[in-house]
């Protein structure tokens, strides 16, 4: 199973889906998100625990544990520019075959992509990402699964939001609708299937 996560750090990351991840018992994941975040933060336990096949990151430095398995070879770690791997991740929201840039061009990240020059400028064709669950801590919910969030804590989840197949936010409330203005609606209902409120 392919899941998206939002989080900066460990930061928007939905600990308590996280939990019931492990509790669950599943491995051979493929995790796409941001980073790693720490061994007992974010992502991190999913990782600690061993759950974890691969995942497609902007970064590890932060979690020594997701680097010990790399070097062992019992983790595939893909690590993507971080404006790169929004965009991958926007394409494969907005349905869109892929997107050219510049990044990477000339380094290591060019190894088996497709290049395309066009007025005399060489870009790097990146493919889109999409997921079977996306995994999004919301700071308000309503009945319906609208959602708003806390500050930095939006970061990646209004992004992964738009695509994976099944979308679970983790809320820290839930309000009657109507009670949400509109305006502040970020992530809208119809992208939401499951709501999720537990305790810490």
Do not use: W
């Not at 804590?153 to 936010?169: E, G, H």
């Amino acid at each position: 199973m392919t899941i998206m996560f939002g989080g900066f750090m460990g930061v928007g990351t939905p600990d308590l889906l996280v939990k019931e991840i492990i509790k669950s018992g599943v491995t051979d994941l493929t995790l796409i998100g941001n980073d790693t975040a720490f061994p007992d933060t974010g992502v991190g336990p999913l990782i600690a625990n061993g759950q974890v096949k691969k995942v497609i990151v902007s970064h590890i430095g932060t979690n020594p544990e997701t680097g010990k398995r790399m070097i062992a070879e019992t983790l595939d770690v893909e690590l993507v520019p971080q404006g790169t791997l929004a965009e991958r991740i926007r394409s494969g929201g907005a349905g869109l075959g892929g997107f050219l840039t510049p990044t990477g061009v000339g380094t290591v990240v060019e190894e088996n992509k497709q290049k395309i020059t066009l007025d005399n400028t060489t870009y790097l064709l990146e493919l889109p990402l999409k997921a079977d669950l996306a995994i999004i801590q919301a700071s308000i919910a309503d009945t319906r699964g609208n959602l708003i969030y806390h500050l930095t804590a939006r970061n990646f989840n209004p992004l992964i939001a738009l695509a994976a197949d099944n979308v679970v936010a983790q809320c820290e409330q839930v309000i009657p609708v109507g009670q949400l203005a509109p305006e502040c609606i970020v992530t809208p209902a119809a992208l939401v299937d499951h709501l999720y409120v537990g305790e810490k």
